[in-house]
Protein backbone atom coordinates (compact mmCIF):
# COMPACT_ATOMS: atom_id res chain seq x y z
CA UNK A 1 0.00 0.00 0.00
CA UNK A 2 0.93 3.72 -0.91
CA UNK A 3 0.66 5.95 1.58
CA UNK A 4 -0.02 10.18 0.76
CA UNK A 5 -0.40 13.01 3.26
CA UNK A 6 -2.14 16.16 2.69
CA UNK A 7 -0.26 18.48 4.65
CA UNK A 8 -1.30 22.14 5.13
CA UNK A 9 -3.80 25.12 6.32
CA UNK A 10 -7.27 24.41 7.68
CA UNK A 11 -8.19 27.87 7.89
CA UNK A 12 -10.98 28.57 5.37
CA UNK A 13 -13.64 26.74 3.76
CA UNK A 14 -11.21 26.87 0.52
CA UNK A 15 -8.71 25.13 1.61
CA UNK A 16 -11.93 22.02 3.46
CA UNK A 17 -13.24 22.18 -0.29
CA UNK A 18 -9.48 20.77 -1.97
CA UNK A 19 -9.05 18.48 0.90
CA UNK A 20 -12.92 16.68 0.69
CA UNK A 21 -12.47 14.81 -2.52
CA UNK A 22 -9.40 12.73 -0.91
CA UNK A 23 -12.13 12.00 2.16
CA UNK A 24 -15.21 11.22 0.02
CA UNK A 25 -13.11 9.20 -2.30
CA UNK A 26 -11.08 7.24 -0.04
CA UNK A 27 -12.48 3.84 -0.74
CA UNK A 28 -11.67 4.62 -5.16
CA UNK A 29 -7.85 5.88 -4.21
CA UNK A 30 -7.41 2.65 -2.11
CA UNK A 31 -9.10 0.25 -4.48
CA UNK A 32 -7.97 1.61 -7.85
CA UNK A 33 -4.29 3.17 -6.20
CA UNK A 34 -3.99 0.86 -3.54
CA UNK A 35 -3.38 4.24 -2.11
CA UNK A 36 -4.06 5.56 1.26
CA UNK A 37 -4.16 9.96 2.38
CA UNK A 38 -3.83 11.18 5.75
CA UNK A 39 -4.73 14.86 6.24
CA UNK A 40 -2.23 16.30 8.83
CA UNK A 41 -2.87 20.23 9.83
CA UNK A 42 0.65 22.58 9.33
CA UNK A 43 -0.60 27.09 9.41
CA UNK A 44 2.90 27.86 7.91
CA UNK A 45 5.64 26.56 5.30
CA UNK A 46 7.90 26.47 8.58
CA UNK A 47 5.25 23.76 10.02
CA UNK A 48 5.08 21.77 6.79
CA UNK A 49 8.48 21.11 6.95
CA UNK A 50 8.58 20.01 10.28
CA UNK A 51 5.75 17.65 10.10
CA UNK A 52 7.68 16.67 6.97
CA UNK A 53 10.14 15.64 8.97
CA UNK A 54 8.50 13.56 10.99
CA UNK A 55 6.04 11.65 8.59
CA UNK A 56 7.55 9.31 6.18
CA UNK A 57 5.77 8.93 2.99
CA UNK A 58 6.47 8.54 -0.42
CA UNK A 59 4.09 11.16 -1.53
CA UNK A 60 3.01 14.92 -0.05
CA UNK A 61 0.20 16.87 -0.51
CA UNK A 62 1.48 20.53 -0.35
CA UNK A 63 -1.31 23.26 0.87
CA UNK A 64 -0.52 26.42 2.71
CA UNK A 65 -2.64 29.49 3.22
CA UNK A 66 -1.77 31.98 0.49
CA UNK A 67 -0.65 34.72 2.84
CA UNK A 68 2.76 32.47 3.08
CA UNK A 69 5.86 34.81 1.30
CA UNK A 70 6.53 33.59 -1.62
CA UNK A 71 10.98 33.90 -1.20
CA UNK A 72 10.69 32.01 2.48
CA UNK A 73 8.32 29.50 0.91
CA UNK A 74 11.45 29.18 -1.48
CA UNK A 75 14.06 28.42 1.16
CA UNK A 76 12.05 25.77 3.45
CA UNK A 77 10.58 24.06 -0.08
CA UNK A 78 14.66 23.77 -0.91
CA UNK A 79 15.26 22.02 2.36
CA UNK A 80 11.86 19.65 2.16
CA UNK A 81 13.10 18.37 -1.48
CA UNK A 82 16.72 18.06 -0.36
CA UNK A 83 15.63 16.02 2.74
CA UNK A 84 13.74 13.55 0.59
CA UNK A 85 15.00 13.94 -2.90
CA UNK A 86 12.90 10.65 -3.85
CA UNK A 87 9.54 12.08 -2.43
CA UNK A 88 7.18 13.41 -4.72
CA UNK A 89 5.95 16.78 -3.76
CA UNK A 90 2.79 17.92 -5.21
CA UNK A 91 1.75 22.03 -4.33
CA UNK A 92 -1.76 22.46 -4.46
CA UNK A 93 -1.52 26.49 -4.97
CA UNK A 94 -3.51 28.54 -3.03
CA UNK A 95 -4.44 31.66 -5.25
CA UNK A 96 -8.01 31.86 -6.61
CA UNK A 97 -6.27 33.25 -9.70
CA UNK A 98 -5.01 30.96 -12.94
CA UNK A 99 -1.63 33.18 -11.53
CA UNK A 100 -0.11 32.65 -8.63
CA UNK A 101 3.12 33.95 -6.42
CA UNK A 102 4.75 30.44 -5.89
CA UNK A 103 6.05 29.55 -9.51
CA UNK A 104 9.50 30.52 -7.98
CA UNK A 105 8.76 26.75 -6.08
CA UNK A 106 8.34 24.80 -9.46
CA UNK A 107 12.41 23.94 -9.37
CA UNK A 108 11.39 22.22 -6.03
CA UNK A 109 7.95 20.47 -6.27
CA UNK A 110 6.50 18.01 -9.19
CA UNK A 111 3.67 19.19 -10.05
CA UNK A 112 2.39 23.08 -8.81
CA UNK A 113 -1.39 22.91 -9.20
CA UNK A 114 -3.82 25.53 -10.15
CA UNK A 115 -7.36 25.32 -9.65
CA UNK A 116 -7.71 27.10 -13.34
CA UNK A 117 -5.02 26.66 -15.36
CA UNK A 118 -4.31 28.85 -19.00
CA UNK A 119 -4.51 26.20 -21.24
CA UNK A 120 -1.60 28.16 -23.07
CA UNK A 121 1.44 27.33 -20.68
CA UNK A 122 3.37 29.71 -22.92
CA UNK A 123 0.85 32.70 -21.64
CA UNK A 124 3.01 32.39 -18.32
CA UNK A 125 5.65 33.52 -19.74
CA UNK A 126 4.01 37.07 -20.08
CA UNK A 127 3.89 40.13 -18.03
CA UNK A 128 0.32 41.58 -17.18
CA UNK A 129 -0.92 44.30 -15.41
CA UNK A 130 -2.12 43.12 -12.13
CA UNK A 131 -0.27 39.61 -12.75
CA UNK A 132 -2.97 37.82 -14.62
CA UNK A 133 -4.90 38.18 -18.03
CA UNK A 134 -8.18 39.43 -15.96
CA UNK A 135 -6.49 41.91 -14.22
CA UNK A 136 -4.23 43.26 -17.23
CA UNK A 137 -7.85 43.62 -19.46
CA UNK A 138 -9.56 45.19 -16.85
CA UNK A 139 -6.67 47.68 -16.29
CA UNK A 140 -7.01 48.68 -20.01
CA UNK A 141 -10.36 48.68 -20.84
CA UNK A 142 -11.18 51.05 -17.80
CA UNK A 143 -7.99 52.46 -16.58
CA UNK A 144 -8.36 50.81 -12.81
CA UNK A 145 -5.34 51.54 -10.47
CA UNK A 146 -4.03 47.98 -9.86
CA UNK A 147 -0.70 49.72 -8.07
CA UNK A 148 0.53 48.08 -4.83
CA UNK A 149 -1.98 44.88 -6.46
CA UNK A 150 -0.16 41.96 -8.22
CA UNK A 151 -0.69 38.22 -7.81
CA UNK A 152 2.04 36.90 -10.72
CA UNK A 153 5.19 35.84 -10.36
CA UNK A 154 8.12 34.72 -13.02
CA UNK A 155 8.34 30.89 -14.38
CA UNK A 156 11.82 29.64 -14.21
CA UNK A 157 13.07 28.61 -17.36
CA UNK A 158 12.79 25.04 -18.61
CA UNK A 159 10.00 24.31 -15.47
CA UNK A 160 6.65 25.28 -17.38
CA UNK A 161 5.35 22.02 -18.16
CA UNK A 162 5.43 21.21 -13.64
CA UNK A 163 2.26 24.01 -13.79
CA UNK A 164 -0.61 21.42 -13.98
CA UNK A 165 -4.36 21.71 -13.74
CA UNK A 166 -5.94 20.35 -10.58
CA UNK A 167 -9.41 20.18 -9.49
CA UNK A 168 -11.54 23.29 -8.64
CA UNK A 169 -13.76 24.31 -5.94
CA UNK A 170 -16.30 22.10 -7.83
CA UNK A 171 -15.47 18.91 -6.28
CA UNK A 172 -16.70 20.27 -2.97
CA UNK A 173 -18.46 17.47 -0.91
CA UNK A 174 -21.73 19.42 -0.38
CA UNK A 175 -21.79 19.71 -4.51
CA UNK A 176 -21.75 15.95 -5.42
CA UNK A 177 -24.12 15.87 -2.20
CA UNK A 178 -26.84 18.21 -4.18
CA UNK A 179 -25.92 16.79 -7.58
CA UNK A 180 -27.06 13.11 -6.77
CA UNK A 181 -30.27 13.80 -4.44
CA UNK A 182 -33.19 12.57 -5.73
CA UNK A 183 -35.06 14.61 -8.85
CA UNK A 184 -38.42 14.90 -7.82
CA UNK A 185 -40.37 17.70 -10.35
CA UNK A 186 -43.21 18.27 -7.66
CA UNK A 187 -40.26 19.34 -5.10
CA UNK A 188 -38.03 21.60 -6.84
CA UNK A 189 -38.71 25.27 -6.31
CA UNK A 190 -40.30 27.14 -9.05
CA UNK A 191 -38.06 29.29 -10.88
CA UNK A 192 -40.10 32.78 -10.49
CA UNK A 193 -36.76 34.89 -11.07
CA UNK A 194 -35.46 35.85 -13.99
CA UNK A 195 -31.71 36.63 -13.68
CA UNK A 196 -29.86 36.47 -9.98
CA UNK A 197 -26.64 38.22 -9.12
CA UNK A 198 -25.95 38.23 -5.59
CA UNK A 199 -22.20 39.39 -5.20
CA UNK A 200 -19.47 40.10 -2.79
CA UNK A 201 -17.59 43.65 -3.20
CA UNK A 202 -14.91 42.89 -0.87
CA UNK A 203 -13.88 45.19 2.18
CA UNK A 204 -15.63 48.59 2.54
CA UNK A 205 -12.84 49.97 4.26
CA UNK A 206 -10.81 49.32 1.20
CA UNK A 207 -11.98 49.62 -2.28
CA UNK A 208 -9.73 48.39 -4.93
CA UNK A 209 -10.63 47.15 -8.31
CA UNK A 210 -12.53 44.13 -7.77
CA UNK A 211 -15.07 46.46 -6.26
CA UNK A 212 -15.04 48.55 -9.22
CA UNK A 213 -15.23 45.45 -11.50
CA UNK A 214 -18.25 43.91 -9.97
CA UNK A 215 -20.19 47.19 -9.55
CA UNK A 216 -19.93 47.06 -13.03
CA UNK A 217 -21.33 43.66 -13.42
CA UNK A 218 -24.30 44.48 -11.34
CA UNK A 219 -24.57 47.78 -13.93
CA UNK A 220 -25.11 45.76 -16.66
CA UNK A 221 -28.10 44.01 -16.02
CA UNK A 222 -29.96 47.49 -15.22
CA UNK A 223 -31.36 47.19 -18.76
CA UNK A 224 -33.45 44.06 -18.26
CA UNK A 225 -34.41 45.12 -15.19
CA UNK A 226 -37.94 47.10 -16.79
CA UNK A 227 -38.88 43.42 -18.51
CA UNK A 228 -37.92 41.08 -16.34
CA UNK A 229 -37.52 40.17 -12.45
CA UNK A 230 -33.68 40.69 -12.13
CA UNK A 231 -32.54 40.12 -8.32
CA UNK A 232 -28.83 42.01 -8.42
CA UNK A 233 -26.51 44.05 -5.42
CA UNK A 234 -23.18 44.37 -4.50
CA UNK A 235 -22.84 44.19 -0.54
CA UNK A 236 -19.58 44.25 1.90
CA UNK A 237 -18.33 41.60 3.74
CA UNK A 238 -19.66 41.79 7.04
CA UNK A 239 -21.88 44.75 6.68
CA UNK A 240 -24.08 44.55 3.58
CA UNK A 241 -23.96 41.39 2.09
CA UNK A 242 -27.85 39.69 1.51
CA UNK A 243 -28.03 37.00 4.15
CA UNK A 244 -27.05 33.31 2.67
CA UNK A 245 -30.80 32.02 3.51
CA UNK A 246 -32.16 34.88 0.97
CA UNK A 247 -28.93 34.02 -1.22
CA UNK A 248 -30.14 30.63 -1.88
CA UNK A 249 -33.58 31.03 -1.61
CA UNK A 250 -33.08 33.63 -4.77
CA UNK A 251 -30.74 31.22 -6.35
CA UNK A 252 -32.52 28.60 -6.74
CA UNK A 253 -35.68 29.99 -8.17
CA UNK A 254 -33.55 31.91 -10.64
CA UNK A 255 -33.76 30.82 -14.74
CA UNK A 256 -30.47 32.48 -15.16
CA UNK A 257 -27.45 32.75 -12.84
CA UNK A 258 -24.74 35.70 -13.65
CA UNK A 259 -21.73 34.88 -12.42
CA UNK A 260 -18.56 37.28 -12.81
CA UNK A 261 -14.79 37.08 -12.13
CA UNK A 262 -14.01 37.79 -8.80
CA UNK A 263 -10.11 36.97 -7.10
CA UNK A 264 -10.64 34.67 -9.05
CA UNK A 265 -11.87 33.26 -12.57
CA UNK A 266 -14.27 30.15 -11.11
CA UNK A 267 -16.25 30.86 -8.18
CA UNK A 268 -18.77 28.78 -5.68
CA UNK A 269 -21.73 30.75 -7.49
CA UNK A 270 -20.94 28.82 -10.71
CA UNK A 271 -21.22 25.20 -9.39
CA UNK A 272 -24.10 26.51 -7.38
CA UNK A 273 -25.71 27.68 -10.46
CA UNK A 274 -25.74 23.86 -11.86
CA UNK A 275 -26.23 22.01 -8.91
CA UNK A 276 -29.83 24.27 -8.69
CA UNK A 277 -30.45 23.63 -12.36
CA UNK A 278 -30.27 27.25 -13.02
CA UNK A 279 -28.54 28.61 -16.42
CA UNK A 280 -24.92 29.73 -16.09
CA UNK A 281 -24.04 33.23 -17.80
CA UNK A 282 -20.47 33.95 -17.39
CA UNK A 283 -17.58 35.85 -18.95
CA UNK A 284 -15.91 33.72 -21.39
CA UNK A 285 -13.39 30.80 -19.72
CA UNK A 286 -12.03 29.53 -23.08
CA UNK A 287 -8.58 30.18 -22.19
CA UNK A 288 -8.52 28.34 -19.21
CA UNK A 289 -8.35 24.56 -18.51
CA UNK A 290 -10.42 23.66 -14.78
CA UNK A 291 -11.51 20.46 -13.58
CA UNK A 292 -14.74 19.27 -13.52
CA UNK A 293 -14.92 20.67 -17.11
CA UNK A 294 -18.36 22.76 -16.84
CA UNK A 295 -17.35 25.68 -18.85
CA UNK A 296 -18.01 24.33 -22.87
CA UNK A 297 -19.52 27.34 -24.73
CA UNK A 298 -23.01 27.46 -25.55
CA UNK A 299 -23.20 23.33 -24.53
CA UNK A 300 -22.52 23.42 -20.32
CA UNK A 301 -22.92 27.72 -19.87
CA UNK A 302 -23.13 30.54 -21.58
CA UNK A 303 -20.23 32.84 -22.46
CA UNK A 304 -20.40 36.49 -22.52
CA UNK A 305 -17.51 39.21 -22.75
CA UNK A 306 -14.81 40.62 -20.10
CA UNK A 307 -16.97 43.69 -20.47
CA UNK A 308 -20.39 42.69 -20.02
CA UNK A 309 -20.99 44.45 -23.65
CA UNK A 310 -23.01 41.35 -24.79
CA UNK A 311 -24.94 40.49 -21.22
CA UNK A 312 -28.28 41.74 -21.78
CA UNK A 313 -28.36 40.77 -25.40
CA UNK A 314 -27.70 37.36 -24.09
CA UNK A 315 -30.04 37.05 -21.10
CA UNK A 316 -32.88 38.28 -23.31
CA UNK A 317 -31.83 35.31 -25.84
CA UNK A 318 -32.12 32.87 -23.56
CA UNK A 319 -34.99 33.99 -21.33
CA UNK A 320 -37.47 34.46 -24.43
CA UNK A 321 -35.64 30.59 -25.47
CA UNK A 322 -36.18 28.18 -22.77
CA UNK A 323 -36.07 24.83 -25.00
CA UNK A 324 -32.10 26.31 -25.87
CA UNK A 325 -31.62 27.17 -22.01
CA UNK A 326 -33.24 23.72 -20.75
CA UNK A 327 -30.60 22.31 -23.17
CA UNK A 328 -27.41 23.65 -22.04
CA UNK A 329 -29.00 23.50 -18.27
CA UNK A 330 -29.12 19.60 -18.58
CA UNK A 331 -26.20 19.13 -20.10
CA UNK A 332 -24.35 21.19 -17.53
CA UNK A 333 -26.12 18.49 -14.42
CA UNK A 334 -25.26 16.00 -16.84
CA UNK A 335 -21.22 16.67 -17.42
CA UNK A 336 -21.44 17.58 -13.39
CA UNK A 337 -22.67 13.97 -12.47
CA UNK A 338 -20.24 12.54 -15.03
CA UNK A 339 -17.04 13.78 -13.51
CA UNK A 340 -18.35 12.12 -9.96
CA UNK A 341 -19.73 8.49 -11.35
CA UNK A 342 -16.51 8.57 -13.67
CA UNK A 343 -14.14 8.61 -10.86
CA UNK A 344 -12.03 11.30 -12.85
CA UNK A 345 -10.58 12.97 -9.25
CA UNK A 346 -8.91 9.24 -8.42
CA UNK A 347 -7.76 9.42 -12.54
CA UNK A 348 -6.70 12.82 -11.75
CA UNK A 349 -4.31 11.63 -8.66
CA UNK A 350 -3.46 8.50 -10.58
CA UNK A 351 -1.83 10.46 -13.22
CA UNK A 352 -0.08 12.64 -10.86
CA UNK A 353 1.67 10.57 -8.81
CA UNK A 354 3.05 8.05 -11.72
CA UNK A 355 6.77 8.50 -12.05
CA UNK A 356 7.61 11.11 -15.02
Request: proline residues 5%; contains cysteine.
Amino acid sequence: MRKALIIGSNRDSIVKAQCEPFTYSRKQLLRQLDLKVQYIPAQTFSDIAEVCKQHESEIVFLLPFWREDPLESEQIMKTIREDHPQRKLIFIDPFAQASTKYFNLLPSVDRLLKRQRYKQIDDYKKHYIGGSQFTDFVAKKWNYNFEGWYVGSDVPSGYEDRISCGWSLGTAKRFKDILFQPQFNWFRPAKTLDVFCRLSLGSETKKEWYYEYRQAAVQALEPLASDYKIVASGGFVGSSLVPQRQYFQELKASRIVFSPYGWGESCWRDFEAICYNCLLVKPSMAHLEVHPNLFIEGETYVPVAWDFSDLAEKCRYYLDHPQEANRIIKNAHQAYQNYFKNHEFVNMIQELIVDR
